[in-house]
């Protein structure tokens, strides 16, 4: 049975692994036996420090994905260090909160061209490179606000809603091509992403009542599907939407 889970001899690519959720997963990975490719725009030491300790290779990749100037570069340099990328996870994503009345055309670009352009062409590249190896890995990073409106965050929600459609479409070709997409969709959970919100009491006491868990999620909670959705265990899933979320959806 641990075979289904086994990462070793694997390399996996994971965008905004410097903290938060995307450290999380790449240490789950590693757990499971990948190296692993940080990108990112801020360097991932702690994360490399913690990869290095469980015996496993890590590279940081400097890179902004606000533009999709630096991602085939980001690509190359991915494949090259190890000869093969066999798993990718777009995780970097950024959150603007302001009224809708209010959201510039600042806000929403940044928004958009992080969550959801780099995300498609990061993907489109690795995918080129998956196909002609005949199989692969991606595990998109998509949100409660895939499925649900949310409350000032209309760029956020927009580009999750979109990248849920995106999963979709991608998993519908690539299937036939060995490469795996399904995305993670994460409930609330305590990273710099939902800072605001935790200090808002009203909000936070709000959205806490409303978890049948009981709890914010940590992002160790992640791990488990991470590490499903990069191995074989995971062969026949496509083009799923797998909520993490303490229970919310249920609701
Ligand atoms: P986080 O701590 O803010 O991490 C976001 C990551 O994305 C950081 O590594 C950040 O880099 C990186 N990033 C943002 N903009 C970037 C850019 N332009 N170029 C390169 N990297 C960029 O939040 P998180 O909660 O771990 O978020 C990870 C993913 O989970 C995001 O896609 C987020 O939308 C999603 N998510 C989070 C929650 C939650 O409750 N926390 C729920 C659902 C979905 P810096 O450190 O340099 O800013």
Request: charged share 20%.
């Given at each position: 049975?641990s075979?289904?889970?086994?990462?070793h001899?694997?390399?996996?690519l994971?965008?905004?692994a410097?903290?938060?959720?995307?450290?999380?997963?790449?240490?789950?990975?590693?757990e499971a036996g990948?190296d692993i490719?940080?990108a990112?725009r801020s360097?991932?030491?702690?994360?490399?420090d913690?990869v290095?300790?469980?015996g496993?290779?890590?590279?940081?990749?400097?890179?902004?994905?606000?533009?999709?100037?630096p991602?085939?570069a980001?690509?190359?340099?991915?494949?090259?260090f190890?000869g093969g990328?066999?798993i990718?996870?777009?995780?970097a994503?950024?959150i603007?909160?302001?009224d809708?009345l209010?959201?510039t055309e600042e806000d929403?670009d940044?928004v958009?061209n992080t969550?959801l352009?780099?995300?498609?062409?990061?993907s489109?590249?690795?995918?080129r490179?998956?196909?002609?190896?005949?199989?692969?890995?991606?595990?998109n990073?998509?949100?409660?606000?895939?499925?649900?409106?949310?409350?000032?965050v209309?760029?956020y929600t927009?580009?999750?809603?979109?990248?849920?459609?995106?999963?979709?479409?991608?998993?519908?070709?690539?299937a036939?091509?060995?490469?795996n997409?399904?995305?993670?969709?994460?409930?609330?959970?305590e990273?710099?992403n939902t800072?605001?919100l935790?200090?808002?009491?009203g909000r936070?006491a709000?959205?806490?009542a409303?978890?049948?868990a009981?709890?914010?999620?940590r992002?160790?909670?992640?791990?488990?599907?991470?590490?499903?959705?990069?191995?074989?265990?995971?062969?026949y899933v496509h083009?799923?939407?797998?909520?993490?979320?303490?229970?919310?959806?249920?609701?």
């Amino acid at each position: 049975m641990s075979d289904l889970f086994n990462l070793h001899g694997r390399t996996a690519l994971v965008t905004g692994a410097n903290t938060g959720l995307g450290q999380a997963i790449a240490v789950a990975l590693a757990e499971a036996g990948a190296d692993i490719v940080a990108a990112g725009r801020s360097a991932a030491d702690d994360t490399a420090d913690r990869v290095r300790a469980l015996g496993r290779r890590c590279l940081f990749l400097q890179a902004d994905f606000g533009s999709t100037a630096p991602l085939q570069a980001v690509a190359d340099a991915a494949i090259a260090f190890n000869g093969g990328i066999d798993i990718l996870v777009n995780n970097a994503g950024t959150i603007r909160r302001a009224d809708s009345l209010d959201v510039t055309e600042e806000d929403w670009d940044a928004v958009l061209n992080t969550n959801l352009r780099s995300v498609f062409f990061l993907s489109q590249a690795l995918a080129r490179h998956m196909a002609a190896r005949g199989a692969g890995k991606i595990i998109n990073v998509a949100s409660l606000l895939s499925f649900q409106g949310g409350v000032r965050v209309p760029a956020y929600t927009a580009s999750k809603s979109a990248l849920a459609g995106m999963t979709r479409a991608l998993a519908n070709e690539w299937a036939a091509l060995g490469i795996n997409v399904n995305a993670i969709a994460p409930g609330y959970f305590e990273t710099n992403n939902t800072t605001a919100l935790r200090e808002d009491a009203g909000r936070s006491a709000a959205i806490l009542a409303r978890i049948p868990a009981g709890r914010w999620g940590r992002p160790d909670d992640l791990a488990g599907i991470a590490v499903f959705l990069a191995s074989r265990a995971s062969d026949y899933v496509h083009g799923a939407l797998m909520p993490v979320d303490g229970g919310w959806l249920a609701r």
